[in-house]
Structure formats: structure tokens, C-alpha cells
């Protein structure tokens, strides 16, 4: 079964308005996560690393001020998508490994956004 | 920035035959190598992973090539079904950090037609 959850799976606001997302891992202590963003048919593209009870480490390119990312406690790590636009649109994923197996990776299920 | 160029961008294949996917890196540091099973509006799924001290890995129907001196690596998907309908990704985390940090290739959309 799934080792990290990702809430939720689909979301479509309108223009303007923050959406949250969560990731979750169920069985294990995450110090660090992951979260990516992918477009139609395209690679993933890393976003930031989301660190626990500290400040989340933003990827080159990436507005830290647009993407909140709050990792307040060991299996929680969400995403705040703040006064999102249409160019907002797109599937965001998240992904952590467990303590000590830093190579293998756990992904989120998605959440597909659609900002009207 | 360090590169995964991967190929090709799709790829379509009769039911049981053998899909292949290539890629190649242009960075020596790098120490683990995977691919990831994508299907649509999913999260991606690790499939099989390699270090380079070895040329081969399988599991089932999935093998991974490895050629360390042409800094390449394939999958290999032998008797492909329809259930392998998916994109694939390869991937390279910099040595010593998280795979999380990777490196991910464009992906290969692979169509296995029954």
C-alpha cells in the first residue's frame, strides 16, 4: 500500500484564492520532503525541499512567497499555493524516503490543480 | 546543471514484445540509478534501480543495462503487456544527497498495444 498519501487528489479554485496541499507519510518519520511540480507530458520539476522545523529550501526560479511550504511535524509536510493564477495549473507531487534509505523514494499520488 | 537525456520520447510495442527505453547521464557523480513507473494522474512508482558497480539488474520482466565507460543506462521490459502502458522516468540523484534531489529524465511514454 501507499507510504505517502497526498490530499487532494483533484482541486479547482478560482482565480485569486490559496489552495493547501497535503502530503502525508503513513508509516514512517520524514525529516525531509519533496515537492515537484509536472506539466503535461514533461519531466518532474523539483520545486523545493521541505525540512522538518526549518524553513523550506526553494529551487532556483521558484517564488518561496507564491509556493508556502509548512513541515510542522514528522509526517506532514503541505503546500500552500497562494493567490493562484490559470499559469498556477498543474500537477504537484510530493515525495519522502524513509530514515536511512535516502534512494528510495516514496511519491504522493498528485494533486492535479485547476485554477479558473 | 547536471543532465539525464533520455530516449525515445515515446514508444509503442506489441503485446509481448521488449520495450526499451534508453538513457545517458553526462556526470560521473552519481552512484544509484532508477527508473519510475508513472501511470496518468498518478505519482510516480519506483520500479528498479541500479548502482553502477554492477552492468546488470532484473527483476521479472524489468532488467536494467548498465555501461559505466558510456555513462548509459536502459530498462529493458521483456514480453511487454498492456498493463505496461505508462511513462517511464529515469532518474539520477547527485552522489550523497536524496533521491528526492534527482535528476529525472524527460520521460518515455510507452503504448503497448494488445
Known amino acids: 500500500g501507499a507510504v505517502v498519501s497526498q490530499h487532494p487528489s483533484r482541486v479547482i479554485c478560482k482565480s485569486g484564492t490559496s489552495v493547501k496541499i497535503e502530503c502525508r507519510s503513513l508509516?514512517?518519520?520524514?525529516?525531509?520532503m519533496f515537492w515537484y511540480r509536472q506539466f503535461p507530458k514533461k519531466s518532474l520539476m523539483l520545486m523545493a525541499t521541505?525540512?522538518?522545523?526549518?524553513?523550506?529550501?526553494?529551487e532556483q526560479g521558484v517564488e518561496k512567497d507564491k509556493f508556502l511550504i509548512n513541515h510542522a511535524s514528522l509526517t506532514l509536510s503541505t503546500l500552500t499555493v497562494t493567490s493562484a493564477h490559470p499559469e498556477d495549473s498543474s500537477f504537484y507531487i510530493c515525495s519522502a524516503s524513509r530514515p536511512g534509505g535516502n534512494e528510495k523514494l516514496f511519491f504522493g499520488s498528485g494533486t492535479q490543480l485547476s485554477v479558473l | 546543471q547536471q543532465q539525464v537525456k533520455q530516449s525515445p520520447q515515446s514508444l509503442i510495442v506489441q503485446k509481448g514484445g521488449i520495450s526499451i527505453i534508453n538513457c545517458a547521464y553526462e556526470n560521473t557523480a552519481f552512484d544509484y540509478f532508477p527508473w519510475y513507473q508513472q501511470f496518468p494522474g498518478k505519482g510516480p512508482a519506483l520500479l528498479i534501480a541500479i548502482r553502477p558497480d554492477v552492468s546488470e539488474k532484473k527483476e521479472g520482466r524489468f532488467t536494467i543495462s548498465f555501461n559505466k565507460s558510456a555513462k548509459q543506462f536502459s530498462l529493458h521490459i521483456m514480453d511487454s503487456q498492456p498493463g505496461d502502458s505508462a511513462t517511464y522516468f529515469c532518474?539520477?540523484?547527485?552522489?550523497?544527497?536524496?533521491?528526492?534531489?534527482?535528476?529525472f529524465g524527460d520521460g518515455t511514454t510507452l503504448t503497448v498495444k494488445p
Open positions: 508509516d514512517f518519520q520524514a525529516t525531509t
Open positions: 521541505s525540512n522538518e522545523g526549518s524553513k523550506a529550501t526553494y
Open positions: 532518474a539520477a540523484p547527485p552522489r550523497g544527497t536524496n533521491a528526492g534531489k534527482s535528476t
